[in-house]
């Protein structure tokens, strides 16, 4: 019997895909979490964090010109991407999560999966003392 037309075309796993439910796509929410949200920063990403009141995490990316051409930006983008993307079940739900690459770092899935979970958990839990 072949496979439903959906299990051919989606190789990743049930409950790990980066829909547009999960996806930040308004100038405000950007800018609301940049501007009111906490931040948080390590040597590898910063992140803001914002409550925005839903069951599961929102995730925007912001990557500057200084990280060079559009085809060097375009990979960090899809590197950040897939990082949340399975992350996203150890992430803190309820936030609008923007994140932003260091300059000058040569980054790997590993080390951006590990800063965003400890990054993501450390504004939760300083939301959650206020």
């Known amino acids: 019997m072949p496979p439903e037309p959906d299990e051919a075309r989606s190789p990743a796993l049930p409950g790990f ?5 999960l996806r930040l796509t308004r100038r405000t929410d950007f800018e609301r ?3 009111d949200g906490r931040r948080s920063v390590d040597a590898t990403l910063t992140l803001w964090a914002y409550p925005n009141g839903l069951a599961h995490p929102r995730f925007g ?3 500057g010109r200084k990280h060079g051409d559009a085809v060097r930006r375009n990979r960090l983008k ?3 991407r897939e990082a949340f993307r ?4 150890d992430l803190p739900p309820g936030y609008d999560l923007v994140c932003a690459p260091r300059t000058g770092v040569e980054l790997t899935l590993a080390a951006c999966t590990a800063s965003l979970v400890r990054l993501a958990t450390r504004l939760a839990r300083h939301s959650a003392d206020r």
């Not at 895909?17 to 439910?21: C, D, H, L, Q």
């Not at 399975?86 to 079940?89: G, M, N, P, R």
Request: glycine share 0%.
């Open 33 to 35: 979490a940049m501007k």
């Open 61 to 63: 990316l912001v990557v």
């Open 17 to 21: 895909r980066f829909r547009r439910a």
């Open 86 to 89: 399975l992350s996203q079940h």
């Open 78 to 80: 899809r590197l950040l």
